[in-house]
Every structure is written in structure tokens, then in C-alpha cells.
């Protein structure tokens, strides 16, 4: 059987070549009809009409600008409607696609990666007995499981306990999900990048990052700089550092200490003022957070008022949080009753404390760092998308 030849390599081929084409049939013209296939579209020159929107396989001959038709199977039919304006072909076709294979090209550098850095790729549960208890999130509940269950708002628990193994690292790209986040940035459901290393700490994720960032880059576009949500950016290593202080004081004219005990209004402040100011032209990490919001990082040794967690922001968007990991078990059980308390209080769902992550540690896990990255804000960021929907193929309103 002669082999098929994609739309956009016929260019290529020498006039008079025979070719076979598959596609679907989008449009007819005086003498023949437009044939799409995933990678363009061809002219195919046919005294017979075919049917619109059928896929067909056409055999023919190539003159350099169009196949002139000899024999066309048509093996699925079609009709009018693949062409409104609500249908998956339009919806799909164009930018919508080359998103697509910009993600997955994205994906595919970021293994590269990880598997030339030694880390092993792990599948971990998504449905868990606690999705995660910050004070902030909310979980998707799943029923029918016979015990309380939910989607994981981050994979992090369970990839913390295969550290137990003592594996240099290990690394995961699947999805998370969190209940009631919609927005230009947001998504109920997202991809996550997310890695742990063994005897590694925040200064070692920082750089992971900034490495992994430019090796995507350069893979993915061929340069260092992406466009970014709204101005190109620069990410070549290294990466701007700014602490939370300095970030406070620079962009918002705020004391750190005179807000660090008011949380809402810390985070009015940073989501306003701070965030859309970092990562201009070249990305930022935005570190020592203070100890009260160290989520599960260390709290440093050095300054116990900072917490080893840090923020990397590109283009005002934020890309990642990573930490140097709390290891002591009997310090995260406080941690997590506090935040359990914490969502009491706010009348949210309480989650129940993960034993078996809690067990882990009792067990013993290394000196580790950690970061969890979105792919889908990685992948805006790469192709110029203003709208998270925009580089999903079915975003949760198109459900």
C-alpha cells in the first residue's frame, strides 16, 4: 500500500509524484473539492464532487501544487453540520490544535528532562482518603468508594512517601483538581508537574526550575524567550530572587511585618499590587515567605520568621511553588491540625490528616525538596494564550 502523505509535506515532493491523502472534505471548488487532514489543507482536482465533511482517502497524482484525483474511497460520511459554529471541528481547528501540539511537545521536553537528571516518573492515586488540607483549597468528593474519597488537589502526599525508597527523585505529569476554580488562570481539572528530590532543598528546585524552563524553551521554540501573557520573557538561567520583604516594600510601599498578620490582606496585596510586577522581562522567584505561611516547607534554620518556600513568577503569572520539604512528622501532624482548624473556622470542609503520609515520615524520608508546576500555565506562557481554556482541548465549559 502506498504510503500517505500528509498535507504539509506534499510541497516537497517532486511534481508527478503518486500520493495517497486523507482528510476530511471542507470545501468545495469549481473543479474538485479542499481536503483537511491535522497538519493543513490540499486542492485535489476531481470532475466528481465529493461528499462535504466525509473523510475520504484519495489516490492521485501530485503536480506541485494540487493532486489531480485517479480513485477516492470515502470511509466515514459526512454532511453540513461539522461546520457550525458550535461543532468540535470548529472548535478544535486552527490555533486550538497547534496549542495542542505545542502541549504536548512541552510534555514530551519536560520527560527528557527529568529522565536525563536520574528522577524516576511515577502514577500516583488521584482519588485519596485526604485531598490535601490547605486552608484555601476545596476538594472534588468522590462517591461510591465505600470510605470517604476525594480527587487530589496535588499529588504531593503520596509522591512524598515514595521517598521513602531512597530514589534520587522522582517526578509526575497528571492531573489535579480543585473545586470551584474557574478563570482566565484557572481550571476545576489542570495539569501539574510536580518533583521531588532526595538530599536536595529549595536553592536545588530553584535552579531545576529556571534549567527546566530554558531546556523547554529552547526544545519547544527553538529560543529562550516565550511571549509570555502579555510581554515577551526572558528565561534563560539564572532567574531573578527577590524575598517577600523586599517584594512588599518595592512594589506595595508595605511593611512585611505590618500585614504578615493579617493574611487576607497579604494576599489582596500580593495578588494586586506584587504579582502583576514580577517576571516582566526576565522570570523571578519570590522566596522567604514567612513562617506562618510556610505550608509544608521547612521553616529556615537560619531566620525561623522565613519559611524555605518560594513562588516563580513569569509575566505576572504564577508558575510554581516549591519548598524545601518538612520532614519531621510529629511538626506536619501539628501543622496539618492547624489547618484543619483553620478550615473549620471558615465553615470549609475538613479533610482527615493523610496516617499513611504521616507514617512515612515517622519512618524516616531524607533532607528533600520539592515543586509543583502548572503544564497548562507553562504551556500559555509558551504560546502567547491569554485564557487557560485556551490550550485545553475541553476546557470544563465544553463538557
Not at 462535504?52 to 470511509?75: C, E, H, K, N, P
Not at 476525594?150 to 505529569?173: A, C, D, F, N
Not at 504564577?318 to 465553615?347: P, V, W, Y
Request: charged content about 25%; some cysteine.
Amino acid at each position: 500500500m502506498r504510503e500517505r502523505s500528509a498535507a504539509r509535506t506534499l510541497a516537497a515532493l517532486r511534481a508527478g509524484t503518486q500520493v495517497s491523502v486523507a482528510g476530511r472534505v471542507i470545501a468545495r471548488l469549481g473543479d474538485g473539492f479542499m481536503l483537511q487532514d491535522d497538519t493543513g489543507c490540499v486542492e485535489v482536482a476531481s470532475a466528481t464532487a465529493a461528499p462535504m465533511g466525509a473523510f475520504v482517502t484519495a489516490l492521485g497524482t501530485w503536480d506541485g501544487a494540487r493532486v489531480s484525483l485517479s480513485s477516492i474511497d470515502v470511509v466515514s460520511a459526512g454532511g453540513e453540520r461539522f461546520t457550525r459554529a458550535e461543532s468540535d471541528w470548529t472548535y478544535l481547528s486552527g490555533k486550538r490544535l497547534a496549542n495542542l501540539r505545542t502541549r504536548h511537545a512541552i510534555t514530551r521536553a519536560a520527560r527528557a528532562f527529568f529522565d536525563g537528571e536520574g528522577l524516576l516518573e511515577v502514577d500516583t492515586p488521584a482519588i485519596v482518603p485526604c485531598p490535601g488540607l490547605d486552608v484555601h483549597l476545596d476538594a472534588i468528593e468522590v462517591l461510591g468508594m465505600g470510605a470517604p474519597r476525594w480527587l487530589h488537589t496535588s499529588p504531593e502526599y503520596q509522591m512524598k512517601r515514595l521517598l521513602v525508597t531512597g530514589v534520587p527523585g522522582v517526578y509526575q505529569i497528571g492531573k489535579a483538581f480543585r473545586r470551584g476554580e474557574r478563570g482566565k488562570l484557572h481550571e476545576p481539572e489542570f495539569m501539574m508537574l510536580e518533583w521531588y528530590r532526595n538530599f536536595a532543598g529549595a536553592q536545588d528546585m530553584m535552579r531545576d526550575t529556571e534549567e527546566l524552563v530554558a531546556h523547554v524553551a529552547r526544545l519547544v521554540t527553538g529560543s529562550t524567550r516565550l511571549p509570555g501573557l502579555k510581554n515577551p520573557v526572558q528565561v534563560q538561567p539564572p532567574w531573578e530572587r527577590i524575598t517577600v520583604a523586599d517584594a512588599f516594600a518595592r512594589y506595595a510601599s508595605v511593611d512585611l511585618d505590618s500585614v504578615v498578620h493579617d493574611e487576607e490582606r497579604f494576599y489582596r496585596i500580593l495578588v494586586e499590587k506584587i504579582e502583576p510586577e514580577l517576571g516582566r522581562d526576565h522570570p523571578t522567584f519570590l522566596t522567604h515567605y514567612p513562617a506562618r505561611m510556610a505550608s509544608l516547607s521547612r521553616v529556615s534554620a537560619e531566620d525561623p520568621r522565613y519559611a524555605e518556600r518560594f513562588e516563580a513568577y513569569l509575566d505576572g503569572v504564577e508558575l510554581c511553588n516549591g519548598f524545601t520539604e518538612l520532614t519531621d512528622a510529629s511538626e506536619q501532624r501539628k501543622r496539618l491540625q492547624a489547618d484543619q482548624a483553620a478550615r473549620a473556622k471558615l465553615g470549609r470542609s475538613v479533610y482527615p490528616v493523610d496516617e499513611r503520609f504521616i507514617a512515612a515520615l515517622e519512618d524516616g524520608i531524607p533532607p528533600s525538596g520539592g515543586n509543583a508546576l502548572g503544564v497548562d500555565r507553562l504551556v500559555m506562557l509558551t504560546v502567547g494564550a491569554k485564557q487557560i481554556d485556551e490550550v485545553l482541548a475541553f476546557p470544563c465549559a465544553r463538557i
